[in-house]
Structure formats: C-alpha cells, structure tokens
Nanobody, 127 residues
Framework: QVQLVESGGGLVQAGGSLRLSCVAS????????MGWFRQAPDKEREFVGV????????YYADSVKGRFTISRDNAKNTVHLQMNSLKPEDTAVYYC????????????????????WGQGTQVTVSS
C-alpha cells in the first residue's frame, strides 16, 4: 500500500508560482511512477504530468508544458510539482497519484493506470 499526502496549494495571482509537494509512505515508493492530475469545478480530472521511477523521464500535458516541472526525491519519498507562470485556468484541486505500471507515454496519462491517490490540494489563481 501507498499513502499520499499533498501540500503547498494556495491562492496566487496570475503569473506567480507555487510548489506542490506529495509525500508518500511505503518502502517501495521508488518502484512507482508518480503522476499529477487536477480537477476544476464541474470538470473531469485531467492529466498534468508524470515522472518515472528514476526521475529520468518526465511527460507533461500540452497545457502546462514549459511552465510546470515535476521532480522526485526517492530518499525522502517525495515528489514535487513546480508551477510557474500560473494562469487562472490552472485553478483546480491538484492530486498526486502512484502507478505500479511500466512507463508509457500513451498509458501513463490515463487515470486508470494509478492505484493510489492523495486527497488533493487547492490551487487558486486570480486574474
């Protein structure tokens, strides 16, 4: 089992930055792909980005590419989402998730690939 807890959300003006953190419990953290998803009010939960077991590979949704960066520290069982140049349309609840599956650019963005989810942290970007 893997338990995930997000933190770092808040209110920020457009153009600002936030760094989200996700702390995982479990000895096998390094064996999991770690993804970030977000869900705006009355919308479907959507893929943001994913990082591989080693941290050597990342993949991002087009909507955040060039602005968001995922990193992980396996020794601390932590994954981060650095969000820069934030836009009002980035407003959502952000979730981290863990996947035991193999790296795949086509499959890793799918919600069904992730077995474990955090409770989410609210990010609000004002105009």
């Amino acid at each position: 089992q893997v338990q995930l807890v997000e933190s770092g959300g808040g209110l920020v003006q457009a153009g600002g930055s936030l760094r989200l953190s996700c702390v995982a419990s479990g000895r096998t953290f390094s064996s999991y792909l770690m993804g970030w998803f977000r869900q705006a009010p009355d919308k479907e939960r959507e893929f943001v980005g994913v990082i591989s077991w080693s941290g050597g590979r990342t993949y991002y949704a087009d909507s955040v590419k060039g602005r968001f960066t995922i990193s992980r520290d396996n020794a601390k069982n932590t994954v981060h989402l650095q969000m820069n140049s934030l836009k009002p349309e980035d407003t959502a609840v952000y979730y981290c998730a863990a996947s035991p599956n193999a790296w795949s650019r086509s499959e890793s963005p799918k919600k069904t690939n992730y077995d474990y989810w955090g409770q989410g942290t609210q990010v609000t970007v004002s105009s």
